[in-house]
């Protein structure tokens, strides 16, 4: 148990519909971090979050965006689906700081048809 | 794109034998992080190790780090059948912001 929660589990969307991928953090963690992450490939930085400023983004388009509220929950937003968005999203909540261990929850997986 | 890759993307191995992982990057870390992963599920830390570190244990598993190779491995030894996963590494360059590796897929053979 990382602390960290994500809903919802699972989730099917048409393409060019909106999803909004939600994520519970420990509390006390000021940073939040997005990943999206194909079959059979490693995790890739979607953006991050520090004191509900976005701190860092990764090479994906505008049509990702996100949160991040005071009470340590954030979300991902993706709008106009495509069917590429399908993936298992993670989000990692830590404490900034230059050595410090991330804790990720169990993820939420977007299918696009 | 990844920052660190992994080397050997799978391996198989018996059941108590040793796991040998490799991890190559390209820029200066602060410090270099090991992940596993069960089947398509959240991410479970292992290790952390910083970048003026060579060499740290955290019972069967021994990670090196070679910062003028830009290079690590992750060692498990005694594997169990549980340990079958797949493992990334992971440096974090700026800012905690943690890129991965593309992974390693271990297969414990019984």
């Known amino acids: 148990e990382t602390g960290v929660t994500q809903s919802p589990t699972h989730l099917i969307k048409t393409r060019g519909q909106q999803v909004t991928l939600r994520c519970s953090s420990q509390?006390?963690?000021?940073?939040v971090s997005w990943y999206q992450q194909a079959l059979g490939q490693g995790p890739q930085f979607i953006f991050q979050?520090?004191?509900?400023?976005?701190?860092g983004r990764g090479n994906f388009p505008p049509r990702f965006s996100g949160l991040q509220f005071p009470n340590y929950s954030s979300e991902l937003n993706v709008n106009a689906l495509e069917l590429d968005d399908s993936a298992l999203y993670l989000c990692?909540?830590?404490?900034?700081?230059?050595?410090?261990?991330?804790?990720f929850g169990q993820g939420t997986r977007l299918t696009v048809v | 794109s990844q920052q660190g890759e992994e080397d050997p993307q799978a391996l198989s191995i018996q059941e108590g034998e040793n796991a040998t992982m490799n991890c190559s990057y390209k820029?200066?870390?602060?410090?270099l992080q090991w992940y596993r992963q069960n089947s398509g599920r959240g991410l479970v830390h292992l290790i952390l190790i910083r970048s003026n570190e060579r060499e740290k244990h955290s019972g069967r598993l021994r990670v090196t780090l070679d910062t003028s190779k830009k290079s690590s491995s992750l060692l498990i030894t005694a594997s169990r059948a549980a340990d079958t996963a797949s493992y990334f590494c992971a440096t974090d360059s700026s800012a905690s912001k943690i890129i991965f590796g593309s992974g390693t897929r271990l297969s414990i053979r019984p």
């Open positions: 990692a909540s830590e404490v900034w700081g230059p050595n410090t261990e991330a804790f």
């Open positions: 820029t200066s870390i602060n410090n």
């Open positions: 509390s006390g963690h000021n940073t």
């Open positions: 979050y520090y004191r509900e400023e976005e701190n």
